[in-house]
Every structure is written in C-alpha cells, then in structure tokens.
C-alpha cells in the first residue's frame, strides 16, 4: 500500500500516518519527492484500516499495490484449477459446453432442450427455475417444481444440470437437485448469496456483474471460497456500456485477464452478451479463440414461443452447426470439444 | 408498442406477427413504408410476450411506447406521494435530512453520532447494522446489536432510524427496530430482497443501483409497490461512469427526471457519490437546489477513526455548518429546512 | 511517480529499472515489502519517458502522484483565472450567462434571439456558424456569414459574442468577429486545433469531451494555454454514460472537482446535456449551486422550427422566467447576476 | 419514422403534427393507443428536420426506424466492399496485417520495424508521423521527415504504409506519401479532417472513437464516402468503460455488428484496446474467430526504448510468434494469412 500525501501536508502530517501505520506493527517507508511525500507501507495490511487512513490529515490519496482476494489470487495458487463435474472436468484442455433454455417452462419444453443440447455435444444441460426479471409482471420462473424436471432430464440423459439461485432458500432447495448452482449478474454482490452458495461446496458458477469490475468479480469469488467452497466458475457476460447495439458489452479481454489474475476458470457466456442470436457464433468463436474454458448458450426447441429471451437462443439445429464449427477453432486453439 | 420489422420482412412474416398479437384480443395497425413496414399494437400489452414477437421471422426490433412500470408511475397517480415517519412528512414542502454514521461501530460511537445529527438539524438517523463490503476481510456489521443501539439513539433523541438490510432474514429482525428499511445500490435488483420489503408495509428507502438506469430503478420500486407497499423513497447515490475523480457521477439529473415520471419522493446522497468529502457541500447545494425532497449525508463523530466510509464523512462540526448553508438555498428554492 | 513491480521480479529487474530512472537525473528510494518491490521516483518526471520504464522487465505498473497539467493546475497558481469580456468578467463573483441559438439560420431569428438573450440578462450572445452534426445530411451552418451576423448583433445590444470553431481555417477567420471562441466536445482532442486557439489569445471555451475524464480536459486546457492562451473557460456538458433517459449524463461533481484542481472558471451547459427542455430549470440551479461560475443556454425565439437542437431551446418567454428564478438561488450563493 | 405522442396529447397536437409532415409530401398513418396515439411516417424522410418536430407540443419521441448513413449501409450494398492495395486486398478471403511502431522515432528504429513486420509476414507497415498525445509535453511526432522515412521503408520493402493525419494540412501532406490515411479515435467526429480525407480518394483506415457508437461510426464513415471516397476501412480499438485492467474495452461484438449493417471491411487494433503486450495474442485470436478482417498490431524493434506505447508492442521475434500462431486460427476460419 502506497499513501500518497497531499502537496501541503506538513511534517506533523506525516508523523501521524507513520504512527497510525506503525501501530499495527506495519513498517512505512517515507519518500520527500520535490511536490509530494509518498509514504510506503510494508507488512500485512489486513490488520490496516485504510479508510481511517483515508480520514487522516494531508492524505491524499491511498494506492493499492496488492489484492485484495487472496484465495482466488494466482499468485498464490499457479496452477489452474480444475472443476470435477459428474460427467466432465472444467478448467483443464477439454472445453465445457452448458446450454438449455433460459427458463424451465414445462416438462416437455426442458426434455425436447435436453435431447438437443445432448446431440449437439454439450455437457451441461442449463435452466432457470428461479428468474431475476426487471419487471414483477414478467415470468418468474416454476421454482421447485423446474428443479425436479432439471433432475429428470439429467436422468434421462445423463448431463450435468446447472441452476440459477436468487434467495438463501433457494441455494438450500437446489442444493439437493443440481450439480452446480449459478449466481446472477444481479445478484453478484450478494453477499448474503455468495455466503449461503460457499456454505454448499457446491460448484458455483458466477456471473460477472453489469457494472463489475474484474477486482470485484474476483472479490465475490472470494466470498464464495472464504466458506470453505474452492469450486468457482466464473462467467463473463457482457458488462454496461454505451452501446445500444447489442444488449450488453462482452468484454472478450476478462478472459486473458482472469487467466493472468486467477487460477479459476473462466466461461462465456454470447448468449446474454449481445442478446440476438446471429452473433452468437461470431462471438462464441471469439472466446473459445481468446481461451476461455467453455460456453454457456441458450438454446430452445421452439425459441419464438419462449418465455423469455427468445431472441438469443438458438434452434436445436442452429446449435448443432454451431458445435460443428466450434471444433474445428478448438482444434486450432488445441483445446478438445467432445 | 411498435413492431418494426426487417428491410426484406415478408408479406407472410407480416401476417405471422398479426397472428401472434391478434390472438391475445390486442389490435394491430400496419403502416407499410418505402423501406420498412411496421407494426402498431393497440390494447393491454401485459398479455404479450414481447420476446415471442421478437423471435419471429422478419421482426428487425420492438420499441416499447409505454413503461413497464404502473403503480410507481406519474401517469396514474398524478399526484405526489408524501410518505409518513414518525417526526417528519417526504415528499412534501419540508425537506428531510438523513445523516449519521455509515456503520454502526459501538453504543457510544452511535450515540455522538445521533447527538451531532439532532444538533444540525436532521429528523433521521442512518447506521448500518448490516455492511455490504467488497471483501469478505472488511468489517461486515454488528447486526442485531447494531440495530438495538439504533433503537437505544431513536429513544434518546426522538430521531426517527433508517438501516439498511441485506437478506430476508434480515428485513425481518430490521421491522421489529426500525422506521424505514434501506435497500443499498448493490441490491437493487435483489427482486427476493425487494419482495420481502414490500410484504412489511414500512417505508423503504430505494438506492439506485450501479448501472441501473431510472427504468430500472422506478421497476425495482414496482417490485415493492406491487406486495403492497406504497412508501418507497428513491436515493440517487452516483452511478458508475469512466470517471475516476469521483468515486461515482452523482447523476443530477435523476432528480427532474424522477420528477417527471414519477410521484415517488427522491433524495439524494452526496457522500457515496463522490466519496470525498471536500464535494459534499457543494453536491448538497446542487440537489436541493435541483428539486430533491432530502439528503442523506455520513456524519461520524470521529471520521479518522471510521471503520468503513471515513473519507466521506463529515465530523459534527462540519455538519452543522453544511446545515446552516443548506437553509439558505432551500429557502431560495421555497422549501423548509428544520 | 510511483513503480509498482511485479510479484516475482528480480534484483536485475529493480537495478535495471534504478538505471532506466537515474540516468536522466532522477533518484529513486525501493522499498520492497513482503509481496512486492515499490520503487519511488523522485524529480522532475518531465524527462522521464514513463513507457520505456513500463515496458521494463519486471514492472507491473507505474502511479502518477503528480498531474501532467502545469499552467492549468491550482498547485502553482492558487488564485482563481478570472477572464475580462468587453462587458463582464469570468470566474469573478458575478455569474455569466451565455445565451442563444444552437446554429445561427438568418440574420432575423439572430437578432430575435439577441434581443431576447439581451432581456432576459445574458451578458454573452451564443451562436454556431459551424455546426458538427453527426451525419453529414444535416444542417452544417451558414459558415463566415453566419459570424458577421453575429458582429451585427453585437453591435446592435453590446452583447459580446462567442462562436464554434471546428478547424484551425475556421478559428483564423473566426478570431477576426469573436469575442470568444469554442471548442466542441467532439473536438476536444483535436491537438491541432487546440493549438491554433491557442495562438490567438483570444478567450477559449472549452467544452469537455463526451468521455473525457477531468484530467484529460484540463490536459486539453494546456494545450491551449502552453501556446500563450491563458484565457480559458471550461464548459461541462454531460458525459457518456449508459443512462438514456437524458441525452448526456450532466457530471454536476466536475464543478466542485475543476474548483480543487484548477484555477480556471467553468460554466455549465444544462441545454446539451440533458437534451430536454424540462429539466433545464432544474439542472441550470444545481449548477449555480454547486458553484459554477456562469451558465450556456440555447435560447430560440421559435424552438419549434429552429433548424438543429429544437427540443433542448427555451424560448424568450421561457429564459426570462428561469432568468429570473436564478437570480433568487445566484443571491442564497452569494453570486450575482445581472 | 414513428412519433410517439404524450399522454395527454391533444386532436390539435396530433393536427399539427400531422400538418408538420405531410407539407414536405410525407405520409402519416395515425394509431390511436389505449394510453398513447403514435404517428407512423411514410416517406423520404431526408427532407423532415426531426428537431422541428421534437418540439411540437405534444410530441414525447421519435424513434428513428431507417438508419441515416445510406452510403456505409448494407441495404443499399450488400455484397461486401474490397478495397484494393497496392500489395493485397482488404475485405476479401485474405487477412491483412497492419504493423510497426506507434511512433516514426529514427530511420534506423524504422528500418528495423519493417524487417520485422516484413518477416512476420504482414503487408502493411503503421508507423505515426503526426501523434495526437494528451499531454502537450510528450513527443509529438517527426510529422514530414517521418513520412519520408515511411516512403523508403515501402520502397525497401514493398509494404504498403499506412500513417495517421490529425489535421488537414497533413492529410494533404501525407498524401504524397501513403498508401492508406489513418484517421485516429480522438479525431473519429473531427468532421472537416473526414471531409478532407474523402476528397483524397485514398483508403481510409477510419478508427472507433473512445465512445462513439457504431451508428456515430458508421455516420463517421458516411462523411468520408459522401466526398467520394468509398474506400473506408473501419477499426475497432476498444471503447471507454468503467473497468480499468485493460487500457479500453475492445468491444468484440463490433465485429459481427458491423458485417451485419455494412459493407465495408472492419479490422482490430488489440494493442490499443488493452494497453497491455501479454493480452494481445489472445485478443488477436479472438477477432479472427469473430470474423474481422484484419489486425493492426504494434511492432517496435525495441519496445524498452519506444518513444510511445512501449508497454504494448511486440518485439519482433514475439510477433513472428503470434503470426505462426495467427495462421492456424485464420485456417480455422477459413482465412488465409500470408
């Protein structure tokens, strides 16, 4: 940590943030510049409070030289981790594909989804029975009763399934029907959530916030680990921006970037990033190419009748050509696509 | 809502999209342009499935013409809304000043706090009892306790209190304490969170989140409208911009915009949309004098020795002073400070 | 300028960096700390070229402590700039009001205009005689004509007169009609232009860039200044954010922001970054009340047929009445106006 | 083009909207709504000023149906354009390479580039003569002498050059020079260089602005092609946006967007868009996969000693290394690279 001090700050200045710092048995380092004094603090700064030395007198500002996530810092952990899921691992050469309907709708709906994204080579089947929506008026989702058809259609097919949670409840209902639950874009600075999803030891695959930045995505996956639950995935979904062209800004550098910060892996997930089907494939491609560990895709057996987010899903056959495709840029990428 | 359709749509398209919207007892008016046609649908949208229409063949985009949101909207409730605490009226002539401290830290810390927020002027205490931190090693909150010592303040002073609340569980110990819930920016899109405030019937102040825009923001209060509770108080607390002199861009205009498109009362809190508190008086000023029905400020009786937020608050003295500043602009805008 | 190094850098890495910086003169104090190694530079940065040391082995990343602004930066010259107009000053106690027309259409809505800016107790007549629009089918300005227009007008009420430049032909021929010469937003990284401005030595308006951080503006103000212009005012506009309920984000924060870091005067443009002519009253007193130093307002006698920027333009009867609102909140700030 | 009328719109504000549009020989199609009336217009719309309308009373908004670029669009021009160097072709089957270093510095420093770039198998040499800097105090380029250098370079190596203008006086300049004229992202809305540049008739390189749209883009692109220049190449550089671990966001999504609104040939530029040299073979992977056309890399014989944006060039055996890697991607995707 850096304390930067203001260009008037007195020698009485300095003294007081040398002994604030020191108090907690950190050393400093105090370097005159010509404009401005630089104080330099050395040791654990977890037992620091830098608000307090935000307040002090002549700082003016604090500079963070570490992070602030330790477990899910790749300087503590080199080696990439790698996922175990009941049929697949995630994380390692062989990229993981989840795909399925944004919401569970029916029996038959989540049946005809699993046939397709089993055929097109997928190994997890998604599916919302919880929905964040904007609106209260909008589809909320068939809760309990969309986990049971998730855990039928597993049986039938023998793909790992993966649900959203949006309420400690509904983290403690999945937990006994999926083989992953997923924290919404909306909910990642839940921390109550991300609490109740560490508890589980559950893989949890979470969603970059609108307007997250990469230090606070990784900070939410602390969260999550600090519970005693290592198995994070993050997603990269688009982030906010003042584009209107797609719904959202996929932001195709988080994948370099969480590779050279974390050793967790990283999906992608087109689908919710540009919000209309025909660039998905564009955009898939992309992030199999820039190295992301897999994809998360929507796709329905009837997208014109489906309760929400038709516009971006794929057709059952559309995403079947799209696999095709895909492993022909794994291949490049040497990455395996089953 | 307004159907536009693609440059090369189809006559079978068109009459595909007038299937769809007809059958749902909705009307529909096409206009046929020299490059594209599009499509008029009169009636209760409500019972449409705008991402349906959005799927079929032909349609290039849809372009809502009326909010989503009804019962937090001006249109139908053209009145202001003037919501009742225990010691003072928002929404009305009087403004209404929220301050005190971001985290309730001890009986005796709150205590000065609630003295210093009485003595300037205010008619409602704020403490946090529930912390929604960044990092799971930051100070996280006292909790219940927290919310006793707030209740200790409210006896004392005759203050009315406002705490913020993180999960269900917590809304629901916080109704037995306090006067009005707080819903922080992170939560915004908490719809769980949301809906638990709206079955208490207390008041419930509504922070905007990050990156939400005023559509969403006036929807999250739909949320807690719509379980029946009517009083929301929307806060405006910066949003997150590319702009780093600031913590946030205290997004000013959110005051008349609100104003136009709501009956809800707004407030605004200068100290987390800025982050320092040299701008605090001058972001004060600029909110009453814009329209806000209140401020919510950070006043801490000791901001060096803060243990969340001290950068930003103001010290008892300093409140005082913005207070009496205060009076004379709201004065000049023809509204009452105490 | 501060030297962060990487985790696993090297005592070459640190001796090659020490090289890199004493070589030009400069001397640096290292502090390694349990994590990483932080090298303190100390001197005058000027010489220092920051990308050869950022490209260095070993070097994560480099922190500023001190801005790259000098002649525009309230370190070195504390009081504030204040700019003599042929009738008024800038950045004094009295407020400046620039008033009139988006683009200047003919000489008889001009003098209308004038006359109604003149009323309402503007000091400054406002006009564009070349207009940047975004698509090249749009009205585009009456050019030279338009600014002898402009003179006449002047001549007639005693008005002065600033007008848009958009190329350094434009700022020559402007400099013989203008009192003031603007700079757009879109324009406000166009170097060259920049620099021409800053030959002429006539006062600058200099609005802020779109997406321009504060401290990229104030770099454009030196640009300016650095050619021998001290005559600069700064003009916040609204930046680009994801909110689309207004047409801009007004950065009401860069008042109080501008006031800590700058001796240069700046005003605000309610009328572009809202887009909306009902939240300009609103807006125009937050601004007054945050502490700007004058106001920009498109005032049309017939905003219904003005030929760009209708909907943003109050008309006559709308200016004196909002005219007359500010004086009420300019006296509760200790400012005047005419 | 569709007006939505306010709520509260009366008979007379429809008449007079309706009277406003058909008196430039439009047509209206009037659709009176439960809530709302929305006025259809059918017609050359190129004639209508849409601010007149925006202020009419009664009018809330108009929503634009068509775009407004005609030349840059692919409606009118579907087949895709292919823009013809003096060495290959953009826009075709083939991926073009643009390298070299940010900043012309010495012959020798340029020579040594183009080897480099030569080898790696690009075809076209970049290398700023004239450099748009934020600060007025960093290097500012060689201006003629380094267009001179580039020529020898081309005639030394048979590589195409490509350099940026950032007035008009060097745009006529450099085009005794170039075969390609870069128009740079702070210069994207500088419409009087985009005039200039389109009535050269050379190839424009038209770089994204920081936050520009791709509609303001395209609209960009338009100014250029309505001189009579259809030779426009976009480039995608990265946008501004809150996060901060890339130097901008490269906005991926650009790529598909663009192939589906025009014709014109779109590259990447991933050295600028993430600052950062260790990020860029990931990023150049993805663009490929995305289906750009080309990449703009930075390429310095020795990015320790670049004069500008060392941070983020590659030194000549690193990018002999990408392009190997490159090729297997482009064949992948069913592109060639040389």
Excluded at 36 to 46: R, Y
Excluded at 160 to 187: F, P, W
Excluded at 316 to 324: A, G, N, S, V
Aim: aromatic share 4%; charged share 20%.
């Amino acid at each position: 940590m850096i304390i930067v001090m203001k260009h008037k700050a007195s020698q009485e200045d300095i003294a007081q943030v040398t002994k604030e710092v020191t108090k907690f048995g950190l050393m400093v380092n105090v370097s005159e510049g010509s404009e401005v004094t630089v104080v330099g603090v050395v040791g654990d700064k977890s037992k620091l409070n830098s608000d307090v030395i935000n307040s002090l007198s002549g700082v003016d500002k604090i500079v963070a030289v570490t992070e602030s996530y330790k477990l899910a810092n790749k300087k503590f952990h080199p080696d990439p981790t790698i996922i175990e899921m009941p049929n697949c691992k995630i994380g390692g050469k062989e990229l993981v594909i989840m795909a399925g309907p944004c919401a569970v709708e029916s029996k038959e709906q989540l049946f005809e989804s699993a046939d397709a994204v089993l055929g097109g080579g997928a190994a997890i089947l998604r599916g919302g029975a919880y929905k964040p929506r904007t609106s209260p008026y909008s589809f909320q989702g068939l809760e309990e009763e969309g986990l049971q058809f998730m855990q039928e259609a597993k049986a039938k097919t023998g793909l790992s399934i993966v649900c959203e949670v949006t309420s400690i409840q509904a983290v403690n209902t999945a937990a006994n029907y999926v083989d992953m639950l997923q924290i919404g874009a909306r909910n990642m600075q839940n921390f109550e959530l991300l609490k109740a999803a560490g508890k589980t030891k559950i893989p949890v695959l979470l969603k970059r916030g609108l307007s997250a930045t990469i230090e606070e995505w990784l900070n939410a996956a602390e969260y999550i680990m600090s519970e005693g639950n290592p198995n994070v995935i993050l997603c990269e979904r688009g982030i906010r921006t003042f584009e209107t062209a797609t719904r959202n800004t996929m932001d195709i550098s988080a994948v370099p970037v969480i590779k050279s910060k974390s050793h967790l892996p990283i999906i992608v997930d087109p689908s919710h990033a540009c919000g209309k089907k025909e660039y998905i494939a564009s955009l898939s491609k992309a992030a199999i190419a820039a190295g992301a560990d897999g994809l998360m895709i929507e796709v329905h057996p009837n997208p014109k009748e489906a309760l929400s987010d038709g516009p971006q899903s794929l057709d059952p056959q559309e995403f079947k050509t799209l696999m095709e495709e895909l492993k022909i840029i794994a291949a490049a990428c040497n990455r395996t696509l089953l």
